[in-house]
C-alpha cells in the first residue's frame, strides 16, 4: 500500500486535484509493470478516529499533512475481462 499525505493549499481543494493525479499516476505505473493496483480512499478510516495522530506518526507524515489517499499494489488471484457497456443504462445530457 503507498499512503498519499496532503497538505491543505490555496485555493482550497487544488491539493485534492493533486492527489487523484498523483494516485492515477502510481496506478497507470504499476499497470505498465504488470502489478495490478486499486486505488482506496476506505484506507482514511484510520485517520478518522483517535488514533489519527498514531497513524500519522507511524506512517511518517510530515508535519501539517493529513490522509489523502491510497494505492493498494499487488496481484490478483484470477482475472476476468471488464465488463460489456449496457447502452441501456447510458444518458447523455445535451
Known amino acids: ?9 490555496e485555493p482550497a481543494g487544488a491539493e485534492l486535484i493533486d ?19 486499486l486505488i ?12 489519527k495522530e498514531h497513524f500519522k506518526e507511524m506512517l511518517g507524515f510530515p508535519e501539517g499533512y493529513e490522509f489523502g489517499v491510497s494505492v493498494l499494489l499487488g496481484y490478483a488471484d484470477k482475472k476476468s475481462n471488464p465488463h460489456e457497456l449496457d447502452f441501456s443504462k447510458v444518458s447523455v445530457i445535451e
Open 19 to 37: 492527489c487523484g493525479i498523483i494516485s492515477q499516476n502510481i496506478a497507470l505505473a504499476a499497470t505498465s509493470l504488470g502489478i495490478d493496483n
Open 40 to 51: 482506496c480512499g476506505f484506507a482514511g478510516l484510520c485517520f478518522a478516529g483517535n488514533k
Open 1 to 9: 500500500m503507498i499512503m498519499v499525505p496532503i497538505a491543505k493549499s
